[in-house]
């Protein structure tokens, strides 16, 4: 090849990209050391200031591509604070991430969230990936196995707190799901007295859908009303669940159903629209979904107040709370007939 068609350094250097081992050679340093530097743990491994400086010039002299965990490197704080949330299938959580956000940058903070699909090993992988971004707080909403997250957070140094659904081992901020399920009972009771409901959706081992089971039953026996065993009927959260256990206890339906969720509100609907002749029903949903207040049978829903709920999560974030804490934020009733 004549000397005018060889490939000049550009060229080389697109054909062959920079590895750690040359940024080691060019920083006079190991490639343990440089990779201490790019993923953000060079504190952990006892690695001079200097050196560590040393290495990320010489990473962008090479134009090598940083890692966003070396982003921290010349900054006290990262600013970077995480969620992870279990759904994007209602407005509540659609809420909670919208605000969040908001709420976040208002702080000068950068906000990353993750859904995790209610799956706890997904979950704990999603905060092991936060804390190697060195995110400076987790809030961990609707998590199924809050306490392993929070003890990694507490072992890694990074505060965390619980949102939506409790733990022991942080502070937590949750929905008075006792009071509002018992205040929507009642609502339907208004409507229906001597009459027992029945409750469908959630999980029984679900600290919000034992609470809401617990005032449901609390309201019951305000009014001396008997509920049977069978007036409960915790099949999940999904739609599908929910059509399916009504397919399977068949007709006829107490004359009110407490539905657990926005997301098993589907099923009960669609489910009921199928029966012939319809169900005389009177609905009350816990959350609140401006579509579904349409429905000509819903006289009510519970709206947990997420803007107060992220408020108290914010004013927890940089305090030393009690890894006990629970703050309870009332909900509001909806009455729409």
Sequence with gaps: MSEK?????ASRNAARRTTIYDLA??????????????????KKRRISERLAERVMRVAEEQGYSVNLQASVLRRDKSNIIGMIMPKYDNRYFGAIAEQFEARARARGLFPVITCTQRDPDLEFEAAREMVSYQVECLIATGATDPDRISDFCASA????????????????????????????THLLLDRLPSHPLLFIGGRPSDHN??????????????????LPAEAILACGYAAEKAEAALSARGTPLPRGLFVNSTITLEGVVRWLRRQSPAPDVQ?????????????????????????RMLEEVFRLIGTRADPQLRIEVPTLLRRHI
């Design 157 to 184: 140094g990074v505060t965390s707190i619980n949102l939506d659904l409790p733990g022991s081992r942080a502070p937590s901020v949750v929905s008075d799901n006792f009071g509002g399920a018992r205040d929507l």
């Design 209 to 226: 859908t034992a609470e809401r089971i617990r005032g449901f039953r609390a309201a019951h026996a305000d009014r001396g009303i008997a």
């Design 5 to 9: 068609n060889a490939p000049g350094p």
């Design 25 to 42: 050679a060019l920083a006079g340093t190991s490639a343990s050391a440089v990779s201490a530097v790019l993923n953000g743990t060079w």
């Design 283 to 307: 609905i009350g949903a816990f959350d609140w979904d401006p579509f579904a207040a349409l429905l000509s049978d819903c006289v009510g829903m519970v709206e947990q107040d997420v803007a």
